[in-house]
């Protein structure tokens, strides 16, 4: 199933559950979480301390994307923290096995993150393994970015390594995302969008959230109908 997962980046910080309460009510069904420590990115966001706050606050599982130096060091204090998805940056420690492996024996689901300069090839020896690769179509940092055009490309590429070795890896992509682009996304092959400032700055967020999730179902039914058809 395609998910729109709004990115509390953009959200309103002093009413955070009440954000939350209205794109849970708009249909999202997963949070997407951003971690910035100011060192593998020129910008600082929140921590474990914030994410439990958010878990309790919430029902909406949270998708817990780390944009940190040595990631491996804090895995524990998210998963504690209540992250029910990790996804961890590969230009972010030479240690991405140890980290997915990790993850995965904490029973939560473990993706790694790619770079708009970093190619695919830095993903395919841990493919196999992991449950979602996050294309990043920004670089990392900041909400309300331009969509980096050739980040199609490159989930079109992705999305045959996975169908060529039949694996169960979803594909996530994250930034600069809107009504505009997003179709162009999901015929790339993603299937988890993550979604910031058009949602949550947006006059009606709700509204956005749900005509962009209807974008989603009509893509689906067209897939649908595709290969009942033979197609
Ligand atoms: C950027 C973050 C994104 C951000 C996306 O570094 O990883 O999740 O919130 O925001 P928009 O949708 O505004 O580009
Ligand atoms: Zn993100």
Do not use: W
């Not at 996975?162 to 997003?182: T, Y």
Request: hydrophobic content about 45%; charged content about 25%.
């Amino acid at each position: 199933m395609i998910e729109i997962l709004p990115s509390i980046l953009s959200a309103d910080f002093a009413n955070l559950a009440e954000e939350m309460r209205m794109v849970e009510e708009a249909g999202a069904t997963m949070l997407h979480v951003d971690v910035m420590d100011g060192h593998f990115v020129p910008n600082i966001t929140i921590g474990p301390p914030v994410i439990q706050c958010i878990h309790k606050a919430t029902s909406l599982p949270l998708d817990v994307h780390l944009m940190i130096s040595q990631p491996e060091r804090y895995l524990r204090h998210f998963i504690d923290a209540g992250a029910d998805l990790i996804s961890v940056q590969v230009e972010s420690t030479p240690h991405v096995d140890r980290a997915i492996q990790f993850i995965k024996e904490e029973n939560r689901k473990a993706g790694v993150v790619l770079n708009p300069a970093t190619p695919l090839a830095m993903v395919e020896e841990v493919l196999e393994i992991v449950d979602h690769v996050l294309v990043m179509s920004v670089n990392p940092g900041f909400g309300g970015q331009k969509f980096i055009d050739n980040s199609l490309d490159k989930i079109s590429r992705l999305k045959e390594m996975i169908e060529e070795a039949e694996l169960d890896c979803r594909i996530e992509v994250d930034g600069g995302i809107d009504r505009e682009n997003l179709r162009e996304v999901l015929d790339a092959g993603a299937e988890m969008i993550v979604v910031g400032s058009h949602i949550f700055h947006a006059p009606d967020p709700a509204e956005v959230l749900r005509e962009m999730l209807s974008i989603a179902r009509e893509f689906e039914r067209e897939k649908e109908v595709g290969s009942s058809a033979g197609y």
